[in-house]
């Protein structure tokens, strides 16, 4: 696991303890594979880097299912789509 330091969507300094995941055609962007509440309960999101924005999200004890489903999420809505969803804000470091 490693540690990164994001702005949210809401503009908060955020860390996130998880793990990168590259996405074939879109190596340029970074998502991270991350412990969140679903549906009030444990489980795991996967946020892109730059924006804060959450793409895809799972319950527990499914995290193994996270890549393809970020990999099918992308390829229905396409790389222009998900460009004009995060918008061009502040690079997280």
């Known amino acids: 696991?490693?540690?990164?330091?994001?702005?949210?969507e809401f503009g908060e300094?955020?860390?996130l303890v998880g793990e990168e995941i590259v996405v074939p055609e879109f190596e340029e962007l970074q998502f991270i594979l991350h412990a969140w509440?679903?549906?009030?309960?444990?489980?795991?999101?996967?946020?892109?880097?730059?924006s804060g924005k959450r793409i895809t999200s799972g319950p527990q004890g499914t995290?193994?299912?996270a890549q393809d489903q970020?990999?099918?999420?992308?390829?229905?809505?396409g790389?222009?789509?998900?460009?004009?969803?995060?918008?061009?804000g502040r690079l997280s470091s």
């Open 37 to 50: 509440l679903y549906d009030k309960h444990g489980g795991w999101a996967v946020t892109e880097r730059s």
């Open 79 to 88: 790389k222009d789509a998900l460009m004009r969803v995060l918008g061009k």
């Open 1 to 8: 696991m490693e540690k990164f330091l994001i702005q949210n």
């Open 63 to 65: 995290e193994h299912t």
């Open 70 to 77: 970020l990999e099918r999420q992308l390829k229905l809505h």
């Open 13 to 15: 300094a955020q860390e």
